[in-house]
């Protein structure tokens, strides 16, 4: 295996609009990366988009154009658009040894036969299970989005209402401080779906460390060392347009993990974690602790 980091070449990136073009468009991006190995049939390849400037800061060419990391079964080739630096990749690893890592993963659950966005359901049941809690589901418009859902909790929830979803918070360790921010009923929904996300992400990152060989650690209060962030939309579309309807979303993880069973996690390593992984998503970054 190998693992490289690409980039467009610094000099097509100041002469050109190729930047701009390829800014949000990860079906064309996709596209020129494959280019990289001209002999494979099949992708043997996954990689995750970041930024040279936060990522090479110290280098001089480094601005605001992408940079790509690569993890492949077959070292990519030089081309005519991208720099590569490739290594061999072959981590040495132990059962029971713990890494930090990234993550950034496409998240889905399946619902009667269904992919959904684990985000947007994690939302969407969320809010259907307190209109029904609280006996409004007669009162809801026809069109019934998500919009429509908090609208009719925030104007007909109350006070009761305000002091179920305090009482949640309360026991959140994450969200209970923010309580004596503020007790509006607006902020308590907000931070009470979000709590819901972030549980449901994390009940979605347990069970792929169950198939794939690792488990999260869990701190001094027992709480796994997991973060969520940059939850993003991404159009599927040859030009990128993010009002299509084809597409998937993507969220990146942060934390610490630990090995439970060595070729499943090599498994991880070399194939990835989840769906779209054709499309910069799965990529497990992994460093030692300390």
Not at 197 to 202: A, P
Request: hydrophobic letters at 35%.
């Amino acid at each position: 295996m190998y693992f490289s980091r690409v980039r467009i070449r610094p000099a097509i990136f100041k002469s050109s609009q190729l930047g701009k073009v390829l800014e949000g468009n990860v079906y064309g991006i996709h596209r020129l990366l494959w280019d990289l190995f001209p002999d494979d049939q099949q992708r043997t390849f996954l990689y995750r988009e970041e930024i040279a400037r936060e990522q090479l800061g110290a280098l001089p060419t480094a601005r605001g154009e992408a940079v790509y990391y690569l993890v492949s079964q077959t070292k990519p080739s030089e081309t005519e658009l991208f720099n590569v630096d490739s290594k061999d990749y072959q981590p040495q690893l132990e059962i029971g040894q713990r890494l930090t890592f990234e993550c950034r993963a496409n998240p889905v659950v399946t619902r009667q036969g269904k992919k959904h966005d684990v985000v947007m359901d994690a939302q969407q049941q969320f809010l259907k299970l307190w209109v029904k809690e609280l006996n409004l589901e007669a009162e809801l418009p026809t069109k019934q989005e998500k919009s429509a859902y908090k609208r009719l909790l925030l104007d007909k929830g109350g006070e009761a209402f305000s002091q179920r979803l305090s009482e949640i918070l309360q026991k959140d360790p994450v969200y209970a401080e923010r309580l004596q921010h503020s007790g509006q009923l607006f902020d308590l929904l907000e931070w009470a779906i979000k709590a819901n996300i972030d549980r449901k992400l994390e009940h979605w990152f347990i069970n792929q460390g169950e198939r794939l060989g690792f488990k999260l650690v869990a701190d001094s209060n027992n709480l796994s060392k997991l973060q969520n962030s940059a939850y993003q939309w991404h159009g599927l579309s040859a030009k990128g347009g993010k009002g299509d309807k084809a597409g998937f979303s993507s969220v990146d993880f942060t934390g610490e993990l630990q090995i439970t069973d060595m070729e499943k996690f090599k498994e991880a390593l070399f194939s990835g974690i989840g769906r779209s992984k054709a499309f910069g998503c799965g990529l497990l970054l992994v460093r030692r602790c300390g």
